[in-house]
């Protein structure tokens, strides 16, 4: 990726912090560009819907990217590893900006018929636990909790897997029929979970033949 080599040595293009600082403000631009959109009142004639789509489909955008790091090292030897954090972390807040825009915008905040509309529509249910799972995932994305957690952060984070198939389900039952898109990213989301459901298989298959 992003690397100069020069005299014998090897650098990034900007520092650690600021090359990843700089790809969290550039993943926040779709979100600022509809904001923007929604501000001049361009987004059609239902613009709270389709800023509440437009988040969801960046937070699965993001949690896609985060989840293909490990396959993309693997099949292609390119490491994007210390990325993976910041694509988490952009997949988690667009995720809260989605579920914002749903609570505060779509329902007005209005308790009982949230509770309402997420105990009645399984599709909002899956999105709930989803979320309730990406909490402390994104809670737990700094160098204190790796520490602190030491082998438990790594069983954690395997909890991303079982996001990707609730966010999957969710992502297609949000439409009444499918759609080439919802189908396209749960396919590729399935694919993340089943390629390390595999290798999880073999890595223990090896260990006990060892
Ligand atoms: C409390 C949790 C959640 C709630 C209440 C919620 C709510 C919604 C609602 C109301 C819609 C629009 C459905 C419609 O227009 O009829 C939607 C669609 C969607 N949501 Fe969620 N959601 C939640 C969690 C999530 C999470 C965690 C993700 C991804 C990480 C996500 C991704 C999506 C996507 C991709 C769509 C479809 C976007 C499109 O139309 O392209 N949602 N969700």
Same mark, same amino acid.
């Given at each position: 990726? =992003? #690397?100069?080599?020069? $005299?014998?040595?090897?650098?990034?293009? %900007?520092?650690?912090?600021?090359?990843? !600082? *700089?790809?969290? $403000?550039?993943?926040?631009? =779709?979100?600022? %560009?509809?904001?923007?959109?929604? *501000?001049?009142?361009?987004?059609?004639?239902?613009?709270?819907?389709?800023?509440?789509?437009?988040?969801? %489909?960046?937070?699965?955008?993001?949690?896609? $990217?985060?989840?293909?790091?490990?396959?993309?090292?693997?099949?292609?030897?390119?490491?994007?590893?210390?990325?993976?954090?910041?694509?988490?972390?952009?997949?988690?807040?667009?995720?809260? !900006?989605?579920?914002?825009?749903?609570?505060?915008?779509?329902?007005?905040?209005?308790?009982?018929?949230?509770?309402?509309?997420?105990? #009645?529509? =399984?599709?909002? @249910?899956?999105?709930?636990?989803?979320? @309730?799972?990406?909490? =402390?995932?994104?809670?737990?994305?700094?160098?204190?909790?790796? #520490?602190?957690?030491?082998?438990?952060?790594?069983?954690?984070? #395997?909890?991303?897997?079982?996001?990707?198939?609730?966010?999957?389900?969710?992502?297609?039952?949000?439409?009444?029929?499918?759609?080439?898109?919802?189908?396209?990213?749960?396919? *590729?989301? !399935?694919? !993340?979970?089943?390629?390390?459901?595999?290798?999880?298989?073999?890595?223990? @298959?090896?260990?006990?033949?060892?």
């Amino acid at each position: 990726m =992003p #690397r100069l080599t020069g $005299a014998g040595r090897t650098r990034t293009l %900007l520092p650690w912090r600021g090359e990843k !600082m *700089a790809l969290m $403000a550039v993943g926040l631009l =779709p979100a600022a %560009l509809y904001f923007w959109y929604g *501000a001049q009142d361009r987004l059609g004639p239902d613009p709270v819907n389709v800023f509440e789509r437009w988040l969801g %489909l960046w937070a699965v955008r993001f949690l896609l $990217a985060a989840l293909l790091v490990t396959p993309l090292r693997v099949v292609s030897g390119i490491s994007l590893l210390r990325y993976r954090r910041v694509l988490g972390l952009l997949a988690f807040w667009y995720a809260l !900006m989605h579920v914002s825009v749903y609570v505060a915008l779509d329902q007005q905040g209005n308790l009982a018929v949230l509770w309402h509309d997420i105990t #009645r529509r =399984p599709f909002l @249910m899956l999105g709930f636990a989803a979320f @309730m799972l990406l909490l =402390p995932l994104a809670l737990t994305s700094n160098d204190w909790s790796i #520490r602190r957690l030491g082998r438990r952060w790594g069983r954690l984070h #395997r909890l991303v897997y079982g996001v990707a198939v609730l966010v999957a389900v969710h992502f297609l039952l949000a439409f009444k029929t499918y759609n080439a898109t919802s189908v396209s990213y749960a396919a *590729a989301l !399935m694919a !993340m979970v089943l390629w390390r459901a595999v290798s999880l298989a073999r890595t223990r @298959m090896g260990r006990a033949r060892a």
